[in-house]
């Protein structure tokens, strides 16, 4: 199994606290992904990571923040959390792109916005 | 736009029977490649099978096989001899072979009955 270790694994927050997910990968993978699941929706992307400070949006980016200071984490940041990010947050890694290099997922944070 | 399209929300089988579970995809891509991820009540994310868009002849992996139809934009998943372990979520998801982004369908929610 690809070494990501997503922490926490659990959270619960009130509405209008800054929460901060992390993503920590022993892989050396240069693209990091963060992705939230919802029932009806599947996986959808916030951000990804193509390399260190380099960062892009994905479909569901607003309300959410991204950093990357090293090659291994990828923290995702809610500066305010609203109840409608309540979800599940999967962190994942590729090791390139143009080929059919896959995604590996970390075990994924649940976390719930009160 | 890369859009994932998975028709079936649920599906059942019986165990030891063959099921097929649908994608369709919508790209104007010529190069890509195409992946499906098993997602078991513990959460985690399994790569099942992974097919390139230029190879012709189909992946399969145990059990496993892809029925991959390049000018209809469908790829759909066989399962034979379904055992209860295979009771999951099934994700189908597409890689253009430029940019750094993986599209998920919704999932399909497949339950083996004893």
């Known amino acids: 199994d690809a070494g990501i270790t997503q922490s926490p694994r659990h959270k619960v927050t009130e509405t209008g606290t800054p929460v901060t997910l992390r993503c920590h990968q022993t892989?050396?993978?240069?693209?990091m992904y963060w992705y939230r699941q919802d029932p009806g929706h599947g996986l959808r992307l916030i951000h990804y990571s193509y390399g260190v400070k380099d960062t892009d949006k994905g479909e569901v980016s607003d309300g959410y923040s991204v950093s990357r200071s090293k090659t291994e984490d990828f923290l995702l940041t809610l500066e305010s959390a609203t109840s409608s990010q309540t979800s599940v947050y999967f962190c994942a890694i590729s090791e390139r792109t143009g080929d059919n290099s896959p995604l590996h997922f970390g075990n994924g944070t649940r976390l719930t916005v009160t | 736009a890369q859009t994932v399209t998975q028709s079936q929300p649920e599906m059942s089988v019986q165990e030891a029977e063959t099921v097929t579970l649908s994608c369709t995809y919508d790209?104007?891509?010529?190069?890509?490649?195409l992946f499906w991820y098993k997602q078991p009540p513990s959460r985690q994310m399994i790569l099942v099978i992974r097919?390139?868009?230029?190879?012709?002849q189909n992946a399969t992996e145990n059990r496993f096989s892809v029925n991959f139809q390049k000018a209809a934009k469908s790829f759909s998943l066989k399962i034979s001899d379904s055992q209860l372990g295979d009771t999951a979520m099934y994700f189908c998801a597409f890689r253009p072979n430029t940019g750094n982004q993986f599209y998920f369908g919704t999932g399909t929610s497949l339950t083996v009955i004893p």
């Open positions: 892989e050396n993978h240069r693209y």
């Open positions: 097919q390139e868009a230029y190879k012709q």
């Open positions: 790209t104007s891509e010529s190069n890509y490649y």
